[in-house]
């Protein structure tokens, strides 16, 4: 019989906390923002003391980068899940569906944080430009495919396509008075107007 690692089940333990203290901070942060949540609260809410939580996360906006490039890790592990079948154009909105839905949830948040200070940290900018590579790959391969304007410049079209996703979109599903779903399809379209070719 083989004896555990005590390090191993320190690690699962430390993951374990990890996750709690992400998930506690994005509910208060939906609920309160950013500038209004404490992490005292965060702290509370799980049980552990503050010194644990900077332990694990040094300072409330290290915190809340972490929960803004988790959400990011999701939505690219969905893009890996698009079906590969679909033609480039399907492709791109399917992925585009999910990235938008993933804002949607964030909405009630408003701008988490500035975007210059998000770019301050390098897991977002390499998530980031990891999202932007494969929205350029579907691009290019639409234009092949001759569902993809050819006329404007691939790295310029994502770059407006990604903008979308820097925007305070804050309420919009709320003051339209459409239904979340009809938001995501009409987003989508939208985007989608500039890059189709017709």
Known sequence: MTTADPRDFRARQRSVREDAILAAAAELVAKAGYDAMKTDDVAARIGISKRTLYDHFPSKELLVVRIVTSGMERVLRAFDDVDPSLSAIDRLAAALRIAVQHRLSLWDWGQPLPRATLE?????????????????????????????????????????????????LHGIAHTSGVRESDVVESMVRVMLGGVRRA
């Open 120 to 168: 301050q940290h390098e897991d977002y900018v390499r998530l980031r430009r990891q999202a932007g590579a494969r929205i350029g790959a579907w691009l290019d391969e639409g234009k092949r495919q001759g569902s993809i304007v050819r006329t404007v410049p691939t790295p310029l079209l994502v770059r407006l396509l990604m903008q979308w996703f820097s925007a305070d």
